[in-house]
């Protein structure tokens, strides 16, 4: 996967949606809630194992801003003011096919903490 880049990143009008078409001519939604709560930044992932945070209320949170990052990534800014994650061209492929499954995993700690994806 080190030849992969993307060909086009487009954000839906009412910014809640990424797609993201890869030179391998697959593309891949990811709604921006997802983008958000599963941000590779420190602030979500934390600095070391098992410091990973379950980020409630993120559910209406929408895409503010995409800045290129070299020629390997772009940092996502979003309207809840998060804009440290800095997502590679390899992790969002890694979203398109299992963030599914890494999503349910939050909704799931969500749950377990009860917390809710809906903002307070």
């Known amino acids: ?13 009412d910014r809640r949606l990424l ?9 891949v939604s990811l709604p921006a809630e997802m983008l958000r709560v599963l941000s ?11 410091q ?3 980020v409630p209320g993120k559910r209406h949170v929408a895409i503010r ?11 996502i800014a979003f309207d809840d003011g998060h804009d440290t994650g ?4 390899v992790y969002l492929r890694e979203l398109g096919t299992s963030g599914e499954s890494q999503f349910a995993d939050y909704e799931r700690d969500l749950a377990q903490k009860g917390l809710s994806r809906d903002p307070r």
């Open 1 to 13: 996967m080190n030849d992969l880049w993307p060909t086009e990143l487009k954000v839906s009008k």
């Open 19 to 27: 797609t993201v078409s890869f030179n391998d001519g697959i593309a």
């Open 40 to 50: 590779p930044s420190a602030e979500v992932q934390g600095h070391g194992p098992g």
């Open 52 to 54: 990973k945070v379950t």
């Open 65 to 75: 801003a995409m800045v290129p990052t070299g020629n390997y990534a772009v940092r």
């Open 86 to 89: 800095i997502f590679t061209w």
